[in-house]
């Protein structure tokens, strides 16, 4: 199915209407859209263990009860009479190993119960949504726990209040003292806690006053007045709010943790009460990151967020990921000795059907001005016995190569620490075959109106329609009249077809979709990236040593294939590190411990090597590549497993 307008997209072989599983149409206990995708697939990020695609992540949270880890994400799968997605369901306790679980969250259904309770408010499709821990939750109905809130979506055949086709509703854990995993989640009986809404609510964030605010797409903020408010549905309108941007999957949060090794900045500036208080995390064409300042407002009083005084800059929108990575989710998670961590997931939109990346742990580096994102130390554990370790390594204009053993590249991790050179050069990493050549580019046409055609992606403005709209020309119409928009989409959706008119800032790439008609504002040639992908992903730094020797931050081009960024460096470094996760189909680049962060597909085999290259002299410090272990498990194992971590601090 094409999942469309509410997300970057990517086509999947799954019926509209309710879709069909192995054993006949999908249902709890029937949730196989196929064989897994087997050894060529992606084997250490969480990929869809049902034979099934997937996109966001929704709700990533540690359950501070079980100390369990649950990651849940949009499985490609629908119940009669929706067409998806819904809500797919892993586990861990480490971080390391993970078991896939039953679909957590099913559209029109309450699995929790046998058979399964017809929830008629949500039988179209289950959407982005994001988990919040509220005291109360947990079974003691005292100490913090786990709640899902979702968007539903609807038709006014079956629910006559459904104005928007879209309304928010909660999950809970339905054997939340016994079962550790929290496999089964019910919706409860005072559901929708909002009706005529519109998709993506937030993680919900209190107050000093102790209220409790979400927001949705539509920069509309709802509120609950407290926590048991919240645990029993109680939730209201607070108004829209001009300070957040009309996007996809939003989170608001605190600025997080100082990047290691540069606290005494931002413990400076955090004295002087000097540095922005808040991150606002978007996805439009693209994940984006915007810190400014927050004011704490009284209840039911839209907040404030605006430029923070001496950080200007950094109220410019910020790219997360040049690469194949949207529609992230982040959460608070306990480390090892008992403080807390903000780590952020992404959608990696590579072959076969996408995956999750891996665990991102969010800083905020206040010597560089920028955020960072670096993944977790707990992958350190997937890593073998070193496959290459040298030392002082000299490289020129010709590559050096690691010499791996067959197969190890495919599942594998460098780190490769580059001494800065004295004069311009460009250096790095390519994974693959040096002599690979490029693939050529697929174009296709977006003409002016196209039916039977999804233009996934880009959205700006999305404006539901009610049934007596039917004609695509009025989504049209609004394109034309609007010069921000490049592009449309005019989407059916549900019985009686209502529509929504999506409005795009560029011209994705056109994909077949029966609901929907698009087209751009001028006809355009788009392309629509390599296929197949590249068997060589060089990765580098193009580096010229500042020209003002005083500057204390300056900023150097970062390339991995097509991918281009900025990497801010300080005129004290001396050398730079690049680490590269490849795991079969793709790979994840980090450049300055993750002040720049690209996801680049490759087509990686058994021949596949690492290769150290420059195109002057340079000092590579230190290299180390290691195999990468399968994250794979079962659920008993996972329970087997002692607990690891506490609540957050």
Not at 129 to 140: E, F, H, I
Not at 327 to 349: C, E, F, M, Q, V
Not at 540 to 550: D, L, R
Request: with cysteine; glycine share 8%; net charge negative.
């Amino acid at each position: 199915v094409q999942i469309t307008c509410t997300m970057f997209t990517i086509a999947l072989t799954v019926s509209v209407l309710g879709s069909n599983c192995l054993n006949g149409p999908c249902y709890p206990g029937n949730e196989y859209c196929g064989q897994p995708f087997g050894p060529t697939a992606p084997q250490f990020h969480l990929m869809d263990q049902h034979g099934c695609g997937e996109n966001d992540p929704n709700g990533p949270v540690f359950d501070p009860v079980h100390g369990v880890i649950h990651h849940f994400y949009q499985i490609h799968l629908a119940a009669t009479p929706g067409h998806g997605p819904d809500y797919g369901h892993f586990v861990s306790k480490d971080f390391v190993h993970w078991a896939p679980l039953p679909v957590a969250i099913w559209n029109g259904l309450d699995s929790s119960v046998w058979p399964p309770k017809v929830t008629k408010y949500d039988n179209e499709a289950i959407f982005t949504g994001s988990a919040t821990v509220v005291p109360g939750a947990a079974p003691d109905g005292k100490s913090p726990g786990i709640v899902n809130i979702y968007p539903g979506l609807c038709n006014k055949n079956d629910w006559a209040q459904c104005t928007s086709g879209t309304l928010l509703a909660m999950a809970v854990a339905a054997d939340y003292a016994t079962d550790e995993l929290l496999t089964n989640w019910s919706k409860p009986a005072f559901n929708p806690i909002v009706e005529s809404t519109q998709r993506d609510p937030s993680s919900a964030w209190q107050t000093s006053a102790g209220e409790w605010r979400l927001r949705t797409y539509d920069s509309m903020v709802y509120g609950a007045a407290s926590s048991a408010d919240f645990l029993n549905g109680r939730f209201y309108t607070i108004g829209k709010s001009s300070s957040f941007r009309t996007c996809e999957c939003p989170s608001f949060y605190p600025l997080p943790a100082p990047s290691p090794g540069f606290e005494a900045a931002y413990e400076q500036a955090a004295a002087h009460g000097a540095l922005p208080t808040h991150v606002h995390k978007t996805s439009c064409s693209g994940d984006w990151w915007q810190l400014g300042t927050y004011n704490d407002p009284a209840p039911k009083v839209l907040g404030v967020f605006n430029t923070t005084p001496g950080w200007e800059d950094l109220w410019n929108q910020r790219k997360i990921d040049q690469g194949h990575f949207y529609a992230s989710k982040d959460n608070l998670y306990p480390t090892k000795d008992g403080g807390s961590r903000r780590i952020n997931w992404g959608w990696a939109t590579v072959p076969p059907a996408s995956t999750q990346t891996l665990p991102r742990e969010i800083t905020f580096n206040a010597a560089a001005r920028v955020m960072q994102q670096y993944p977790i130390d707990e992958l350190k554990a997937l890593r073998g016995a070193a496959a290459s370790s040298k030392l002082s390594v000299s490289v020129g204009p010709n590559p050096v190569a690691l010499g791996l053993a067959s197969g190890v590249t495919k599942m594998s991790e460098v780190v490769a620490v580059f001494s800065l050179p004295k004069t311009a050069t460009t250096f790095g990493i390519q994974i693959g075959k040096p002599s690979a050549p490029t693939p050529p580019s697929s174009g296709k046409t977006v003409g002016l109106r196209m039916n039977g055609t999804d233009v996934p992606g880009g959205d700006y403005n999305v404006t539901h329609y009610p049934p007596i709209h039917q004609d695509a020309s009025v989504c049209e119409a609004a394109c034309d009249a609007d010069p921000k928009c490049k592009a449309w989409t005019w989407v059916e959706r549900g019985q009686p077809k209502w529509h929504d008119c999506c409005l795009k800032s560029d011209v994705p790439c056109p994909n077949p979709n029966p609901t929907c008609t698009s087209g751009a504002k001028v006809v355009t040639t788009v392309n629509c990236g390599p296929s197949p992908p590249s068997a060589s992903l060089a990765c580098t730094v193009e580096y010229t040593p500042p020209a003002n020797a005083s500057v204390q931050v300056y900023t150097v081009p970062v390339h991995c294939g097509s991918l281009t960024d900025s990497l801010s460096l300080l005129s004290s470094e001396t050398s730079v590190e690049i680490r590269a996760y490849s795991d079969m189909t793709f790979a994840e680049v980090y450049f300055g411990q993750g002040r720049v962060a690209m996801t680049a597909t490759i087509g990686l085999d058994d021949s596949s090597d690492i290769s150290l290259t420059a195109t002057g002299e340079v000092t590579v410090a230190q290299v180390d590549a290691y195999p990468i272990n399968s994250i794979w498990v079962t659920p008993d194992s996972v329970r087997a497993q002692p607990r690891i971590y506490n609540a957050t601090a």
